[in-house]
């Protein structure tokens, strides 16, 4: 019997990029540890056997000293997605212009380092409008998957801002880092979006059925600095409940979920990088078997086809069905004297 899907993302948030919404300096010369754990993203899954999506930020791409991390990441089969040129989680503020070469700048970047044009965007914390979403349907993108459908996004940015070193300028930006209260009431199953140019597929990052609490990875390791067993049992009850409500999940995964305290101290404000990567890799290896174990686990691309094959098959379906019943002779269509001789 075939296991129901799964999709696995990994957003290739660099140093840099983390420093930025932070608001601490440094971060303009791009510091990166992407030599570090890409490798080790990469070994993790292919012990695994598994291929994921890799969302690239664009600034990173152009970088000569990144492209031997990037290039490996196709090269092992994986999927390149679209994470924005700058990293900035107000796209939202962004006009039509500015939209159109944040995307042209991170396509050409990414085709560059990696050989492959992106047909998925997800925006940086989570960040989409309209104008966002119209411009990447015009391009032929197949999917986003910038929503994440929880009513914890104004406290997680609350604890964001009171670790963070940002001007009242910065703080308006950021504002909508994480996303809003109503964002909890978004669907967690696939759908499209309607009123754009082309087709675009909504692929939602997965958040526990029902109460809507998150159960991406940095999530799990936040949990299991106070115990591995209850993090690993969190994670257990989101997939049945995921089973039970027919939701086919979208695990989404960061770097910081492979590197520890003990490979770099200057992210420390970020939950639980006082958690050793030993320690973490052992949890990260725990959560994909466990995933692996009831799901097919599968590309981001391939998450969003297959719910356009489902809706393609279900529509043909439905007209043929109809087709049917139209063949058929509805008995108020029959002769008024048959009807009375099939009566007597």
């Known amino acids: 019997m075939t296991k129901p899907l799964a999709s696995l993302s990994l957003d290739l948030d660099n140093k840099w990029s983390y420093l930025k919404t932070h608001g601490d300096p440094g971060w303009e010369s791009f510091p990166s540890y992407l ?15 598994l291929r994921i999506t890799f969302f690239i930020v664009g600034q990173d791409a152009v970088l000569e000293k990144n492209h031997a991390a990037l290039r490996s990441i196709p ?5 390149i997605g679209n994470h924005s040129f700058h990293h900035e ?3 939202h503020l962004y006009s039509p212009e500015q939209l159109s070469e ?6 050409d970047a990414l085709e560059l380092a990696t050989g492959e044009r992106p047909v998925g965007f997800r925006g940086p914390g989570y960040s989409f ?17 910038s929503t994440f459908p929880t009513f914890l996004g104004p406290l997680a940015r609350a604890y964001y801002f009171f670790h963070a070193n940002l001007s009242g300028r910065q703080r308006k930006e950021r504002k909508q880092l994480f996303g809003k209260l109503a964002e909890g009431f978004r669907p967690l199953r696939p759908y499209k979006w309607p009123g754009l140019p082309r087709e675009l597929v909504e692929i939602p990052v997965t958040t526990m059925p029902v109460v809507k609490l998150p159960i991406h990875l940095s999530y799990l390791l936040y949990l299991g600095q106070f115990s591995e067993a209850l993090a690993i049992a969190y994670f257990r009850t989101a997939l ?13 995964l960061h770097p910081l979920d492979f590197l520890g305290g003990d490979d770099d101290r200057d992210l420390s404000f970020f939950p639980a990088m006082n958690l050793p990567a030993a320690k973490k890799l052992k949890m ?24 356009a094959t489902n809706i393609a098959a279900g529509l043909a379906s439905e007209v043929a069905s109809a087709r049917a019943y139209e063949r058929e002779p509805a008995e108020s269509s029959r002769p008024a004297a048959l009807v009375g001789s099939l009566e007597e």
């Open 35 to 49: 030599d570090v754990v890409v490798p080790r993203v990469l070994k993790m899954l292919a012990e695994r056997g």
């Open 75 to 79: 090269g092992a089969g994986h999927e």
């Open 89 to 91: 989680p107000w796209l």
């Open 102 to 107: 944040e995307l042209t700048r991170a396509e």
């Open 129 to 145: 409008s309209q104008p966002l979403l119209e411009e990447l349907a015009r391009r032929g993108y197949e999917y986003d998957a």
């Open 240 to 252: 049945r409940l995921c089973d039970i409500f027919g939701v086919e999940p979208s695990i989404l």
């Open 284 to 307: 990260a290896g725990r959560a994909l078997d466990l995933l692996a174990k009831r799901r097919r686990i599968v590309t981001m691309r391939e998450h969003a086809r297959a719910y």
